[in-house]
């Protein structure tokens, strides 16, 4: 019971706190919204380039190309070899019928041109479509396949694939160390404006010191007080973060540039991106306000 009041002293003093010494707190408010404005674009765009390049590995597919003259018992015997392989998430057979019936439909020549052949005399193949878990594996995966019996062809964008992964990859990682950058950055400019703030209230704590305080009883208020701070100063990154990502997304009509880059929904990526805010705001209040009372005023 004695630590409760003692913590709802701190939570009421530290309020009071940021009211009596509005034009610091003030400047601390405005360090943090600053700062926090910019790491939640960060936050936003990392989270899109990343659904964008998972996206895009979605897409990517071995495609296996049978022997024209494999047989029904073939055709099982792939697949189920196919199926063996780790690596493999879906496969989505596409015989020689559907093929054909999808080139006709896409080009009135190929339809005149594919009318001309007899079933048996059918330039085209059975196909599987292959979906893998991990992209990064996929040049194994088909290697694998083309070692299947029955398998005449196996293509899925060699060479252009491997370089696509490799850019995905370091997109991601510069994406990353961007984002973790700023939060070291916002961590530093909010520290030092709080350490500033503190160094104004030498004198305050001064005479809690001369009273007999105890070192906890001192610093809880200041660690309070800098959640609050944190806490406060990420109410505009939240409003800018929802409402300002809810009119990106609707002026692109969900799309950047093209079909191709696909923008996240705003519901409910805002409303995490909008927690993460104010999480990183009240964690680097509070380790601010804590290594200001502990190291700068040497208590």
Same mark, same amino acid.
């Given at each position: 019971?004695?630590?409760?009041?003692?913590?709802? /002293?701190?939570?009421?003093?530290?309020?009071?706190?940021?009211?009596? *010494?509005?034009?610091?707190?003030?400047?601390?408010?405005?360090?943090?919204?600053?700062?926090?404005?910019?790491?939640?674009?960060? $936050?936003?765009?990392?989270?899109?380039?990343?659904?964008?390049?998972?996206?895009?590995?979605?897409?990517?597919?071995?495609?296996?190309?049978?022997? /024209?003259?494999?047989? &029904?018992?073939?055709?099982?015997?792939?697949?189920? *070899?196919? &199926?063996? #392989?780790? *690596?493999?998430?879906? #496969?989505?057979?596409?015989?020689?019928?559907?093929?054909?019936?999808?080139?006709?439909?896409?080009?009135?020549?190929? @339809?005149? !041109?594919? @009318?001309?052949?007899?079933?048996?005399?059918?330039?085209?193949?059975?196909?599987?479509?292959?979906?893998?878990?991990? $992209?990064?594996? $996929?040049? @194994?995966?088909?290697?694998?396949?083309?070692?299947?019996?029955?398998?005449?062809?196996? /293509?899925?964008?060699?060479?252009?694939?491997?370089?696509?992964?490799? %850019?995905? @990859?370091?997109?991601?990682?510069?994406?990353?160390?961007?984002? $973790?950058?700023?939060?070291?950055?916002?961590?530093?400019?909010? !520290?030092?404006?709080?350490? =500033?703030?503190?160094?104004?209230?030498?004198?305050?704590?001064?005479?809690?010191?001369?009273?007999? %305080?105890?070192?906890?009883?001192?610093?809880?208020?200041?660690?309070? &007080?800098?959640?609050?701070?944190?806490?406060?100063?990420?109410?505009?990154?939240?409003?800018?973060?929802?409402?300002?990502?809810?009119?990106?997304?609707?002026?692109?009509?969900?799309?950047?540039?093209?079909? =191709?880059?696909? =923008?996240?929904?705003?519901?409910?990526?805002?409303?995490?991106?909008?927690?993460?805010?104010?999480?990183?705001?009240?964690?680097?209040?509070?380790?601010?306000? %804590?290594? %200001?009372?502990?190291?700068? =005023?040497?208590?």
């Amino acid at each position: 019971m004695k630590l409760f009041r003692m913590l709802g /002293r701190s939570i009421r003093d530290a309020f009071k706190s940021v009211i009596r *010494n509005f034009s610091l707190s003030l400047a601390s408010i405005s360090c943090i919204t600053i700062t926090l404005i910019i790491v939640a674009i960060a $936050i936003m765009a990392s989270f899109n380039i990343n659904n964008f390049t998972t996206e895009i590995e979605k897409d990517l597919t071995i495609v296996v190309f049978l022997d /024209r003259d494999a047989t &029904e018992e073939d055709i099982k015997d792939v697949k189920t *070899n196919i &199926e063996k #392989i780790s *690596n493999v998430e879906k #496969i989505t057979y596409i015989s020689k019928a559907e093929v054909k019936k999808e080139m006709q439909q896409e080009s009135e020549v190929l @339809d005149k !041109v594919l @009318d001309g052949y007899s079933e048996g005399e059918s330039p085209l193949k059975d196909t599987y479509q292959v979906k893998v878990k991990n $992209i990064e594996q $996929i040049k @194994d995966t088909a290697d694998r396949i083309k070692k299947i019996n029955s398998v005449s062809v196996v /293509r899925y964008g060699e060479g252009m694939v491997e370089k696509l992964v490799s %850019a995905f @990859d370091s997109v991601k990682k510069v994406t990353y160390g961007v984002v $973790i950058a700023l939060v070291v950055v916002t961590v530093f400019l909010i !520290v030092n404006t709080i350490k =500033l703030t503190i160094s104004a209230r030498r004198r305050e704590i001064g005479i809690m010191r001369l009273v007999g %305080a105890s070192n906890f009883t001192i610093k809880t208020p200041f660690i309070v &007080e800098g959640m609050i701070l944190g806490l406060l100063g990420s109410i505009i990154p939240i409003i800018f973060t929802t409402y300002g990502y809810m009119a990106f997304y609707k002026h692109f009509d969900g799309y950047l540039f093209s079909k =191709l880059i696909v =923008l996240i929904k705003p519901e409910p990526f805002i409303y995490t991106t909008s927690l993460m805010v104010v999480i990183i705001g009240i964690l680097v209040g509070m380790i601010g306000s %804590a290594s %200001a009372v502990k190291k700068y =005023l040497k208590i």
